[in-house]
């Protein structure tokens, strides 16, 4: 007789962090479906969260080791895998030293605790200055200006009691949000409009998300800082600045006043594409609702300006009234972070610097202790000395998901070596020497360390894994490889690298007494390692049992109990207590933001190119480069075609299905043509993360669904200076029929 169970866990396949309720017959998943009582979600799923037991049982997801052996990958055994990791790896230091290795870390990281807590002792030991993330290709933009202006708390939209939400570059409805964890994004933007409140959508496409909308304006790509700062300006113009509590600790206002003055809706109006009376209307209406927020995503932020977009985007939130504000733009308090509160003294942060080393090839600055990604593929295959020759991928599939990834294909031909963390073989990971592959997602415990920092309300699930695994766990593996990169040898193992992490959180707990140190660990000594650190950061945070000074407080034994999560309450004010920018204030007016603004000016004076541009976009039923190997999820109508307005495709001869060529500075493509009335003239649109035909792949659903990748027609050239993030929307490009 197979036993039947049902099993409540979160799904950490995007932002959203969704409850799933899992029915278990032996070892099968029979059924996915939202947990209605999940404390953030209340039900709600995606066609992708369903899909984590197909994912489980997907015939082409590694299980085992692959060593490259004559050019063709080979099942090994582990051990093997990791003694082909510490030969390989020896041997190109030894030849060129630690300026020739590297590591990227993918998107995935951040939705799973090895990544979280395992990633960083590993790249210690790498002791490279090479480090590249999908960050890049993403939110860097916003973590930069939130350093700057905050010291890096990011705000978030608070959606649920917000009456006027001004959203750019963002389609929830199909990604379900970002840089705003909000379980069922979808519900909490109908509520804000069954409560009387108006949402506005930017984008240069009529969204699923803008046909929910009150109102949608379509914007000339990359031209959303313009439109933010000519927003702020009638502001200043118009004498509607009034920051409330928040300006008693904010520098800089007066300065940012002047300083944007030249920025009016009429000198903005043609390059935006939005009229200056509507700009101005936008602006009056922002200031006069009660409570109401400006949230910009990947749109806004993939591009030239992005920082400054980032910026802007707060800063209006700042001069209404609304930072920090219910309604508002405010701060998340995780369960596994400090207790901040409003009235605590901030804590004076350090200066945010950048460039501390630069890149070899063209001289780019670090930014947050990476490179640009932008940069990798020129770092491996420009010859001379510090030329890349070892590369380490985690959760990323960068060949398919950094601009010109053609180049990077074919540089990472040229490495000595390469060793990819993941589950599959694909695009990026075909070129690896070694691939060790983390158990499936159902075999792994699951909390959202990156998550609830930036969470619409203040919540914390813990999931235990749904089926046990006998192979090593993905913090395993992280810490064998931390043990080979640092000379330590194939065997340390991830009980060696929680135990480091573990004491020394206790020793400062404890404020240095060693003996109730030792207690401590002692009770902590059943949980695996992971478990351990995470029940340190529990007990010791904002909520946190303290070990037993707070006996209400929180523990994970807690969150084992609680298997729809912990509901911690609706966001609170938080500033000046988490501010840490060297002042201990808000600046308003960080000088690179200023000088920045110069840049901007510039624009204004040139008349906006006339070619076409191609824009990215999601869609519900994909997740980055990684799940179409997922039959359910590419079934049915071709996913990946180029939206093209109908009037552009008369001009260019084009017709509903007919075969376009798309070209770019750096490459071309062929995709179906989709005529689409809601796309701005002038704009096309290709999905992200398609592409799926190179050789070598063990992705066999996926390669049957190939489609084309855009990221063979965005440029690595030109970038966002201030963050180093790539431009991946507004891509000049020439479409032709063939
Ligand atoms: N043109 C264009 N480019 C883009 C974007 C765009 O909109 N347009 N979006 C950008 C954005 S926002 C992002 S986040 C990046 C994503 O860029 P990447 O992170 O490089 O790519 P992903 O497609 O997320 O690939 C994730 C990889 O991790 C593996 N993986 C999945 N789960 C796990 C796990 O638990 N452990 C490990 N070790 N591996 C796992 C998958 O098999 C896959 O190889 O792409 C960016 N690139
Ligand atoms: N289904 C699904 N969900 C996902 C993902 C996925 O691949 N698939 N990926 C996850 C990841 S890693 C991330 S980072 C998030 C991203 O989540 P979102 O930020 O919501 O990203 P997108 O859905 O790509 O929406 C970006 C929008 O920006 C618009 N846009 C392009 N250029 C401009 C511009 O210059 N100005 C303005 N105003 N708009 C512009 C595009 O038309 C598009 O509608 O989604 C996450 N969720
Ligand atoms: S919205 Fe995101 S978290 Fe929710 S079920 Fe879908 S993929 Fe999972
Ligand atoms: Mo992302």
């Not at 090895?114 to 480090?131: D, K, Q, Y």
Request: hydrophobic share 40%.
């Amino acid at each position: 007789m197979t036993t039947e169970r049902t099993v409540f866990r979160t799904c950490p396949l995007c932002e959203a962090t969704c409850g799933l309720e899992i029915r278990v017959e032996g070892d099968e998943v029979t059924r996915i479906r939202g947990d209605k009582d999940d404390v953030l979600s209340g039900g709600f799923i995606c066609p992708k969260g369903s899909t984590l037991g197909k994912l489980h049982v997907d015939p082409d997801r590694l299980r085992m080791p692959l060593v490259r052996k004559d050019g063709e990958h080979v099942e090994v055994s582990w051990e093997e895998a990791f003694e082909a990791v510490q030969a390989g790896f020896d041997s190109v230091v030894d030849a060129h030293g630690r300026g020739a290795v590297a590591a990227y870390l993918g998107n995935p990281n951040v939705h799973n605790m090895a990544g979280s807590l395992f990633v960083r002792p590993m790249l210690s030991a790498l002791e490279t200055r090479n480090l590249y993330t999908a960050s890049t290709v993403d939110q860097r933009p916003r973590e930069v200006s939130a350093a700057m202006m905050f010291g890096g708390a990011i705000p978030v939209p608070d959606l649920d009691r917000t009456d006027w939400l001004l959203m750019l570059g963002a389609n929830p409805l199909e990604s379900n949000g970002s840089l705003c964890t909000a379980g069922d994004f979808p519900g909490r933007l109908r509520a804000i409009r069954e409560r009387g409140g108006k949402i506005v959508v930017v984008d240069p496409r009529r969204t699923r998300t803008a046909k929910q909308a009150d109102e949608h304006l379509f914007v000339r790509p990359g031209s959303d800082a313009l439109l933010l700062v000519a927003m702020a300006q009638v502001l200043f113009d118009e004498d509607l600045v009034a920051p409330g509590r928040v300006g008693d600790f904010t520098n800089g206002l007066a300065e940012v006043g002047e300083r944007i003055a030249p920025f009016t809706p009429e000198r903005v109006a043609g390059h935006t594409g939005i009229a200056a009376d509507e700009i101005r209307r936008l602006a009056r209406e922002l200031a006069t609702a009660e409570h109401a927020v400006v949230y910009g995503r990947m749109g806004v932020h993939t591009v030239e300006f992005g920082t400054l977009a980032s910026w802007a985007t707060d800063l209006l939130t700042l001069l209404t009234g609304n930072l920090d504000r219910e309604g508002g733009g405010m701060f998340s308090r995780p369960a596994h972070g400090p207790l901040v509160s409003a009235d605590a003294e901030p804590i004076p942060g350090r200066v945010f610097q950048t460039g501390r080393w630069r890149s070899r090839v063209r001289d780019l600055p670090e930014i947050s202790s990476e490179l640009p990604v932008a940069a990798l593929a020129e770092e491996i295959d420009t010859p001379g000395e510090g030329r890349l020759r070892f590369l380490l991928t985690v959760a990323g599939n960068p060949v398919l998901s950094t601009p010109n990834g053609e180049r990077l294909d074919k540089a990472c031909e040229a490495l000595d070596f390469m060793v990819s963390v993941d589950p599959y073989l694909n695009e990026t990971t075909r070129h690896a020497d070694v691939i060790l592959p983390p158990p499936s997602i159902l075999e792994r415990s699951h909390y959202d360390l990156a998550f609830y920092a930036i969470s619409v309300r203040n919540v914390a699930n813990y999931s235990a894994p749904v089926f046990e695994t006998s192979a090593p766990s993905e913090a395993e593996i992280h810490s064998r490889l931390s043990g080979i990169f640092g000379g330590k040898g194939t065997g340390v193992s991830a009980d060696d690298v929680a135990n480091q992490i573990v004491r020394a959180s206790l020793r400062r707990v404890t404020g240095g007494d060693d003996a109730r140190a030792a207690e401590l660990e002692k009770e902590l000594e059943h949980r695996p390692p992971t478990e351990r650190i995470l029940d340190v950061l529990l007990r010791t945070g904002a909520y946190g049992d303290a070990f037993g000074g707070q006996p209400d407080g929180l523990s994970l034994e807690r969150l084992e109990a609680a298997p729809h999560g912990i509901d911690l309450g609706p966001l609170e004010p938080a500033l000046p207590g988490s501010l840490r920018t060297p002042t201990g204030k808000i600046e308003a007016a960080p000088q690179v933001i200023l000088d920045d603004l110069a840049r901007l000016e510039q624009k204004l004076d040139v008349e906006p190119a006339k070619g076409l541009v191609l824009v990215g976009r999601r869609m519900l039923r994909s997740n980055n480069s990684w799940m179409h190997n997922i039959d359910v999820l590419v079934r049915g109508r071709e996913q990946c075609t180029l939206q093209v307005h109908p009037d552009d495709a008369r001009e260019l001869g084009l017709g509903e299905g007919d075969l376009a060529r798309i070209a770019s500075r750096v490459g071309e493509v062929e995709a179906p043509v989709e005529l689409c009335d809601d796309i701005l003239r002038g704009v096309v649109s290709l999905p992200h993360g398609f592409g799926h035909d190179r050789p070598g792949t063990r992705l066999r659903v996926a390669a049957a669904n190939a489609g084309v990748n855009s990221n063979r027609l965005t440029d690595e050239l030109p970038l966002d200076p201030l963050s180093g993030n790539a431009v991946l929307n507004g891509i000049p490009v020439r479409v032709a029929a063939i």
